[in-house]
DNA sequence: AAAAAGTTTCATTAATTTTTGAAAGTTTAA
DNA sequence: TTAAACTTTCAAAAATTAATGAAACTTTTT
């Protein structure tokens, strides 16, 4: 395989893992394309890259700026704006849980919490609807805090844990 | 708040949250709803309380039934089927890491692997390319592994993987 | 073996989501 | 202050995805 093929390969794929994961194709492509050039692009050169208008591709460099995962550059001299990828993996995989978790995680936690405190001494479907939701509270409580713990930081969260856990 | 409001605000939030997540909305309703169900539902009941078609209802039945969090069940002397969803949570968020490392992350890391293996002593864009995929695929590939760490036992994995590095 | 009770399939329709492109908006330079 | 260079917005069109419902299929009962 030559560079050209593989470089559409990971943006088609990259693509895809998006949509499998609630983010629309073009973001995660453009994403993909900014992720493997080694300088800042355009808005002309992505657009002529994907094939994508001028539109669409300023909405979705929009949107990957609010999640914190692309930057703006410019370059001295020059009028246009260039636009770059989060460099670092790791922090990459930082934004992106922290972000999650902001816009799903927690609104969810929200419902789940205001759901089971209804007074379940009627029937027993309330009975166990109120013990299912308290359960799930739980669980995706704890998940979330793992996933905090293990993102928030840089270092290497089991060697903390672990030294927590024993002192 | 009385049950049946808390129940039709579960069964929505949780829809909303499959189709974050890439799971369509349906799916992800028909499984709040027998999540919360003491008992196990036959199709009508389904069709009824969510106000869906037979079709529709057959066929994410089937799905949920592919991911293996949703089992037949039947009653003895009745000729319908009755759906019940996996009752223990833990396990049930096993079943769904297992399923989407399958579907999503393993394809994926397939494809990263193959496209890092270009010839990359061409051009810097090239060389960086090959340098970006290789980091990522050890990314994804860590990830991957720790996911199976966390969900493939029932037990507590951080305890086991304490006592592992402490002997 | 035919009717009854139930389930699945899939072409068509409906709903949702994404994309386009032209107009409006900004900023810089002359 | 106005023209040029560039970006953003958003209504309409296109593309994608999900839902319907009637016909086909399966299994059980009589």
Redesign the interface.
């Known amino acids: 395989?030559?560079?050209k093929e593989?470089?559409s390969?990971?943006i088609q794929?990259w693509g895809a893992?998006g949509?499998?994961?609630?983010i629309n194709k073009t973001m995660a492509q453009i994403h993909a394309l900014l992720?493997?050039?080694?300088e800042a692009l355009s808005m002309e050169d992505i657009m002529e890259e994907l094939h994508i208008s001028r539109g669409n591709t300023s909405m979705n460099l929009r949107s990957l700026m609010d999640w914190g995962i692309v930057f703006k550059e410019y370059k001295p001299g020059e009028r246009k704006e260039y636009f770059s990828a989060e460099s670092n993996?790791?922090e990459l995989?930082r934004k992106i849980a922290k972000e999650r978790s902001r816009r799903?995680i927690k609104p969810?936690l929200r419902?789940?919490k205001?759901?089971?405190?209804?007074?379940?001494n009627?029937?027993?479907?309330?009975v166990?609807?109120k013990a299912?939701?308290e359960?799930?509270y739980d669980?995706v409580s704890r998940?979330d805090t793992m996933l905090e713990k293990v993102t928030e930081h840089k270092e290497n969260w089991?060697t903390k844990?672990?030294v927590k856990?024993m002192t």
């Open positions: 395989m030559e560079f593989a470089k390969k990971f794929t893992l949509s499998q994961w609630g992720m493997v050039s080694p993996i790791d995989a799903e969810t419902v789940l205001d759901i089971s405190t209804i007074e379940a009627e029937s027993n479907e309330a166990h609807f299912k939701t359960e799930l669980f998940a089991i844990t672990i856990l």
